[in-house]
T-cell receptor, first 111, second 117 residues
Framework: QKEVEQNSGPLSVPEGAIASLNCTYSDRVSQSFFWYRQYSGKSPELIMSIYSNGDKEDGRFTAQLNKASQYVSLLIRDSQPSDSATYLCAVRYSSASKIIFGSGTRLSIRP | GAGVSQSPSNKVTEKGKDVELRCDPISGHTALYWYRQSLGQGLEFLIYFQGNSAPDKSGLPSDRFSAERTGGSVSTLTIQRTQQEDSAVYLC???????????????FGPGTRLTVL
């Protein structure tokens, strides 16, 4: 059974600080990794995708992938109250396969 | 351009009835996914269509669930003899995936909230 694991939270971070969200996955043969943000009552929206080991930066967001450790993370710099949401990690295990989601981490940015 | 649309937005049904949920993907998108999300939970994979390939039905929870995609576009998820545990938000997503590619972006529809009384 291929799995994607996340800490459910809630993770509380003060405004302006760095929020760090973590995700582990069970299958070494994984190719694509995604972070989605989901506001309450809304559909998920893609924040970042990463396919190679290392860091990928986009504005205040940095995705980090370590395939040897089967670990992917999302860093949010200068956290804003509008970043308060549930963050979903998702993994595709091969080019032909479905995308599996973790259960999400609820992030709360406190003013 | 238009995004992924789903209908109905809300559906209330009685236990034992059949329901059909519809998804209109973004035009030209080759891949279509159905997920289910219960309150406060993550997304549970149900079924995946990619081009003309046989769908991946490995996430369908029982034989009461089925889905089809006609003409490579619109998809319908059918739940027969609904049960109370089927109550959830059903989300559809589509993406453009070239053959053999693993880089694509899923765009989600607004979902259908199903309530089984």
């Amino acid at each position: 059974q291929k799995e994607v694991e996340q800490n459910s939270g809630p993770l509380s971070v003060p405004e302006g600080a760095i929020a760090s969200l973590n995700c582990t996955y069970s299958d070494r043969v994984s190719q694509s990794f995604f972070w989605y943000r989901q506001y309450s009552g809304k559909s998920p929206e893609l924040i970042m995708s990463i396919y190679s080991n290392g860091d990928k930066e986009d504005g205040r967001f940095t995705a980090q992938l370590n395939k040897a450790s089967q670990y992917v993370s999302l860093l949010i710099r200068d956290s804003q109250p509008s970043d308060s949401a549930t963050y979903l990690c998702a993994v595709r295990y091969s080019s032909a396969s479905k995308i599996i989601f973790g259960s999400g981490t609820r992030l709360s940015i406190r003013p | 351009g238009a995004g992924v649309s789903q209908s109905p937005s809300n559906k209330v049904t009685e236990k034992g009835k059949d329901v059909e949920l519809r998804c209109d993907p973004i035009s030209g998108h080759t891949a279509l996914y159905w997920y289910r999300q219960s309150l406060g939970q993550g997304l549970e994979f149900l079924i995946y269509f990619q081009g003309n390939s046989a769908p991946d039905k490995s996430g369908l929870p029982s034989d009461r669930f089925s889905a089809e995609r006609t003409g490579g576009s619109v998809s319908t998820l059918t739940i027969q003899r609904t049960q109370q545990e089927d109550s959830a938000v059903y989300l559809c997503a589509s993406s453009y995936r070239a053959s053999g590619s693993y880089t694509d972006t899923q765009y989600f529809g607004p979902g259908t909230r199903l309530t089984v009384l």
